[in-house]
């Protein structure tokens, strides 16, 4: 799979987390810091936000065989 794909699979699965993430959240809107901890988002003490963890599925994890 192309580096691309995996960029767009990434995204695809941030965006989807925060759908359902908002459609669970009663009331208008996520708060910043909710829509953090959903992104994998830290901040630094000046609250500027860091770029978001790339995710690691199970299959990508070393075999321990």
């Known amino acids: 799979m192309a580096a691309d794909d995996l960029v767009a699979l ?3 699965e941030m965006y989807s987390d ?3 993430a908002a459609a669970a959240t009663p ?3 996520l708060t ?4 953090d901890t959903i992104l994998c ?3 630094d003490p000046v609250r500027k936000p ?3 963890q790339q995710r690691v ?3 990508d994890l ?3 065989d």
């Open 57 to 59: 599925s199970d299959e």
């Open 27 to 29: 009331g208008d809107r």
């Open 62 to 64: 070393p075999q321990n």
């Open 18 to 20: 925060l759908i359902i």
């Open 10 to 12: 990434a995204e695809i």
């Open 50 to 52: 860091r770029v978001p």
């Open 41 to 43: 988002v830290e901040r």
């Open 32 to 35: 910043a810091e909710r829509i």
